[in-house]
Every structure is written in C-alpha cells, then in structure tokens.
C-alpha cells in the first residue's frame, strides 16, 4: 500500500485530473477536477492500484464519492 499521507494521495490527483494545482478536500470530482466518467473510471482503478481501495465496491454499497475529501477519507489521507 502506499503512502496514505495528502501530498502522495494529492499527486496521485493531479496525475489523473491533469491538473497543476492544490486540491482541497471539497473539490468537486466532475466540477472542479473536470473528471469525466473515463478519468472516474480511471482514478478509481489507480486508487485500487495504489492503496487497495475499492471504490465500486464502496459505491455499491452506498458510499457517494463526489469530492476529493470522500475519497481522502477511505485512503487514509489526512489534509
């Protein structure tokens, strides 16, 4: 598993989102990170990847994930 720290989960964002920028906890997946349903799809793998979080598992079970903090929250990044 890798580091759950928020400057290795927030470059793991950046390199999906293609974005240079700080995240914040409440920014929006498809309004501020500009996530469409591919880079979704792709994040959620990466996060699969790197921390062995499955988010469609957690979404099926009712986990909303439409920040960046609800994700944070299950890979243990703390901001």
Do not use: C, K
Not at 28 to 52: C, M, P
Not at 59 to 71: P, R, W
């Amino acid at each position: 598993m890798a580091d759950p720290t928020w400057p290795t989960f927030e470059a793991l964002l950046r390199r999906v989102s293609g974005l240079g920028r700080a995240m914040q906890p409440g920014d929006s997946l498809r309004d501020d990170l500009y996530l469409d349903s591919f880079r979704l799809l792709e994040l959620a793998v990466a996060i699969h990847e790197t921390y062995g979080v499955d988010l469609g598992l957690l979404a099926n079970s009712g986990e909303v994930f439409d920040s960046v903090g609800d994700i944070a929250r299950h890979v243990g990044a703390s901001w």
